[in-house]
C-alpha cells in the first residue's frame, strides 16, 4: 500500500473516530453522516439557540421536549472530548456537543430527514462537528 493511500485512511480513521462520542465504558451516542451530527438509530440532531452554549442547561422542556426529544443517556454517564454530560430539569441526563446540548425532532420520520432545520424563525439548527 503507498504511503499517500496509507495516509488517507489513517486521515479519514481520525476524523470518523473524533466525530464519534464515546462516553466511558464505550458507548457511543453519536456519529457523524453526511455532514451532520446523527443519534446510533441515524436520525438528525439539532441544537436550540435558545440554549446558553456551555451553561450545563437545556431551555427545552415541557412540550419543547415533546417536540425536540433530547438526546438522553444513562444516568452514570461520563463524557470525554467534545462532548459533555448535563442534568435536565427532570432529572435525566442529556448529552452535549461542544456545550449545545442535543435534541431529535419529532417530525423526523426517516434516517437523512432535516425537517427542524431552521425552524423557529433559525433557531434550531443541524448539529455539525
Do not use: H
Not at 18 to 27: D, H
Not at 37 to 62: E, I, P, Q
Amino acid at each position: 500500500m503507498s504511503r499517500l493511500l496509507r495516509l488517507l485512511i489513517a486521515s479519514v480513521s481520525m476524523v470518523t473516530l473524533s466525530a464519534c462520542s464515546t462516553l466511558m465504558g464505550g458507548t457511543s451516542y453519536t456519529q457523524v453522516n453526511e455532514g451532520v451530527l446523527v443519534g446510533t438509530n441515524n436520525m438528525t440532531l439539532y441544537t436550540f439557540a435558545k440554549d446558553a452554549v456551555g451553561s450545563g442547561k437545556s431551555v427545552c422542556n415541557a412540550q419543547c421536549a415533546t417536540n425536540w426529544p433530547p438526546l438522553l443517556v444513562e444516568a452514570n454517564a461520563k463524557a470525554s472530548g467534545d462532548y459533555a454530560v448535563i442534568a435536565r430539569d427532570d432529572g435525566k441526563k442529556q448529552l452535549t456537543y461542544k456545550g449545545a446540548p442535543l435534541y431529535f425532532w419529532a417530525k423526523d420520520v426517516k434516517p437523512g430527514d432535516k425537517t427542524g432545520d431552521g425552524r423557529a424563525d433559525g433557531a434550531w439548527k443541524v448539529a455539525k462537528p
